[in-house]
């Protein structure tokens, strides 16, 4: 599990440890780990350290002393190393001294033969995009650039560029991961603990270990009852085949049971022999959590379904048509007390909250679930999951091959399923979000016996090897 930490989070943690060690121990702390792994770096892309040619752009901050430390290391172990000083006369007095007596040299910008190069231009603390000076020095860079805590011009808290902003082959940072770390551009990201005593933060991301861990499992005393029945709401004469992924999602996802009630019965028994399929609410039968909404239309009968539904004292999550019926009728869910995740991408996002969730797909993601008080799944190549009043999980996909249609589809039927084997929502739509990422990617990994592009009904076919593969 990774835990995310704000800017001020990070400093607060610092504190006591600069109070207690000698003045400049932290930030040589970090520099070490911080010339690590560039020297891992550097033997990977080069084959070793000595001879390689390293420069730093140097801000004015903590940061730039680090990137000044790591390269007067590096200088140590037979490096060539160079700096640009953005802000001479604010440069890190110590450090800049310890790089000049261990030979490094002050060049104006960066030399032609570089092998690497150090972002070390602002830290957490930084904010907006890179200025002009920066910006130029770095917009004709070739080589590959390791930035120091955060790439340059990149919000910590958002991981937005909203103009020139460094970008990094590997961010390393000190202390704790950022936000920026997964919602940004960052390359890839090397954590150095410097002994912050960090406590839990809430916004998290599960690994495959934790996914697996929550995974239900049937016992020996286990049956179908007792493993969730899920009960799917979706489809219609004009989109049946949202009912069939989101149904044969749920049976993937290793419910005990699912039940279907719909005009796409005959469609999905036809698919799915073990669905339970009803032509009405009324004929579905007992159920232990809802799936209201894919291709469900938005006419009268598709607002009377999920009415229905968010009446129950049952989990519900609410997709596609049902978020459309919701965002014109929010008083459904005001004040209900059972789970309920809704799971919109932008477009629908923009329809509930009144305006679209914007750079920062945190804080808008909080403020809906709060306002709603429910779960929100706001979908994209890093999912954002937000609880009312509680914790953030993020997941990211890596790639963007569930961005298809019907794949939403998909991950409703998923959650669907752990909500009915008794999942708390948030932790639910984490780890259908995390097994949904994970089944798309090996779908455009396996090109099977016929070659085709990544679709929703080859995702849902690789949902239950994303779960073994936990």
Sequence with gaps: MRYYYSADEIREAEAPLLASLPNGALMRRAANGLATAIARELTLLTGGVAGRRVCAVVGSGDNGGDALWAATLLRRRGASAAA??????????????????????IVESIPAATDLVIDGVVGISGSGPLRPEAAQIFESVTA??????????IDVNTGAAEGPHVRAALTVTFGGLKPVHALGDCGRVELVDIGLDLPRSDVLELDAGDVAARWPVPGPKDDKYTQGVTGVLAGSATYPGAAVLCTGAAVA????????????????????????????????????????GPGLGTDEKGAAALWFALETDLPVIVDADGLTILAAHPDLVANRAAPTVLTPHAGEFERLAGSPPGVDRIGATRRLADRLGVTVL???????????GGSVYLNSAGQSWAATAGSGDVLSGVVGALLAA???????????????ARAANLSA??????????????????VRAAIASL
């Design 253 to 292: 996802a290793t419910s005990g049971m699912v039940r279907y009630a719909g005009s796409a019965a005959q469609q999905v028994i036809s698919q799915w022999p073990e669905v339970v399929a009803a032509p009405t609410i009324s004929a579905a039968g007992r159920v232990q959590a809802w799936v209201v």
């Design 422 to 436: 008794g999942l708390p929502p948030g932790e639910a739509a984490a780890s259908a979000a995390y097994v949904h």
């Design 84 to 105: 640009v000083l953005l802000k001479p006369e604010r440069t890190h007095t110590e450090a800049l001294a310890a790089y000049i007596a261990s030979g490094g040299r």
């Design 144 to 153: 590959p650039v390791v930035a120091v805590d955060i790439p340059s011009g």
């Design 378 to 388: 706001l979908k994209g190549n890093i999912t954002v999951i937000a609880e009312p």
């Design 445 to 462: 990994a396996d090109p099977g016996p016929h070659p085709a592009p990544t679709s929703a009904s080859r995702i849902l076919a690789h």
